[in-house]
T-cell receptor, first 113, second 112 residues
Framework: NAGVTQTPKFRVLKTGQSMTLLCAQDMNHEYMYWYRQDPGMGLRLIHYSVGEGTTAKGEVPDGYNVSRLKKQNFLLGLESAAPSQTSVYFC????????????FGPGTRLTVL | GQQLNQSPQSMFIQEGEDVSMNCTSS?????WLWYKQDPGEGPVLLIA?????ELTSNGRLTAQFGITRKDSFLNISASIPSDVGIYFC????????????FGQGTILTVHP
């Protein structure tokens, strides 16, 4: 039981390049989330999903797209990376949306030059 | 959107000392959560609070859900070096129902 895993762990991009971050969970959770963490700002929700095939915008969705084709996977895409997207990205999952515990992955550190 | 103000931003303490940190909100939350993040890791849930006035302990950690539902605090007693990390409060409810809003975090350093 690996919990929540993220790939890659580190990535460096040039401005304008694209990439996809992969999140996988083996807990059969319905709900999955993508956050970004920046110094002094805590974690901010980018997008989330309430089930396979569904996605919704969070607090800071601009510049990102997501897909949830399989229940266990939640992908975060950057179509044209910008330096402002340099951050640490965390994926999380939970059984339910309202009050249940969110389990976090180890994070992906992304640098955009 | 809803915001949480967490304080202090950082703390430097001696091993054995007690620690207290808190979070306040401009709006009501239905759930308060406290997470700890170790360097290079994702946040891990420490304590979850679901009712106003609730006081919950987890080992040396104690957290309370404020009566007004707009605040929460976390106490750590007899700190040890492995308590080092970033502590986040998070809440859900009100206009952000179902989605966690995080505080800015408190960076805790414990000197042996």
């Amino acid at each position: 039981n690996a919990g929540v895993t993220q790939t890659p762990k580190f990535r460096v991009l040039k401005t304008g390049q694209s990439m996809t971050l992969l999140c996988a969970q083996d807990m059969n959770h319905e709900y999955m989330y993508w956050y970004r963490q920046d110094p002094g700002m805590g974690l901010r929700l980018i997008h989330y999903s309430v089930g396979e095939g569904t996605t919704a915008k969070g607090e800071v969705p601009d510049g990102y797209n997501v897909s949830r084709l399989k229940k266990q996977n939640f992908l975060l895409g950057l179509e044209s990376a910008a330096p402002s997207q340099t951050s640490v990205y965390f994926c999380a999952s939970s059984r339910s949306l309202n009050t249940d515990t969110q389990y976090f992955g180890p994070g992906t550190r992304l640098t955009v030059l | 959107g809803q915001q949480l103000n967490q304080s202090p931003q950082s703390m430097f303490i001696q091993e054995g000392e007690d620690v207290s940190m808190n979070c306040t909100s401009s709006s009501i939350f239905n759930t308060w959560l406290w997470y700890k993040q170790d360097p290079g890791e994702g946040p891990v849930l420490l304590i979850a609070l679901y009712k106003a006035g609730e006081l919950t302990s987890n080992g040396r950690l104690t957290a309370q859900f404020g009566i007004t539902r707009k605040d929460s605090f976390l106490n750590i007693s007899a700190s040890i070096p492995s308590d080092v990390g970033i502590y986040f409060c998070a809440g859900t409810g009100g206009t952000s129902y179902g989605k966690l809003t995080f505080g800015q975090g408190t960076i805790l350093t414990v000197h042996p």
